[in-house]
């Protein structure tokens, strides 16, 4: 991937240089590498810039842009981490279910007690994993 310059960069977003450094300065766009006068960016900045420019043309304030650029860097992390939520709930689900089950089976009259229980949790509004573990607690001291 080519780096560039800042007047080169400048002149491939259709921005000024002082306008790339304004924009480095709020941390808007940084280099690859070096610093000061030797600054050097990559190709992804000209269209970060042209991003910034579209966003000002929509009345977005720079830290609004700002605010929104970090949105997009972290969606992936977001996402990454909502779907291991996910899993996790499932599997508490299925934890939850078969805890069920025993307790319906019957095995003794705690069982059934501790089913009411959970149901009445749940219908509290708990959580699955707080009634889980709410009824783990308690099954294990009795």
């Known amino acids: 991937m080519p780096h560039y310059r800042i007047g ?9 240089p002082r306008t790339v450094d304004y924009y480095t300065r709020l ?56 779907g291991r939520i996910e899993e996790h709930l499932q599997r508490l689900s299925v934890d939850l279910e078969d805890l069920r089950r025993r307790l319906r089976e019957g095995r003794s009259e705690r069982g059934a007690v501790l089913a009411r229980y959970a149901s009445q ?3 509290q509004g708990l959580s699955l994993a707080q009634t ?9 001291g009795w």
């Open 8 to 16: 080169e960069l400048a002149r491939l977003a259709g921005v000024s």
């Open 27 to 82: 941390g808007l766009v940084e280099p690859v590498e070096g610093s000061g006068k030797h600054r050097r960016y990559d190709a992804s900045t000209v269209e970060r810039i042209r991003l910034i420019k579209t966003l000002q043309g929509q009345r977005l304030s720079l830290q609004e842009i700002r605010e929104r650029l970090a949105a997009q860097e972290l969606a992936p992390d977001v996402a990454a981490l909502l």
């Open 121 to 123: 949790l749940l219908g």
């Open 132 to 140: 889980l573990a709410i009824l783990l607690s308690d099954y294990q």
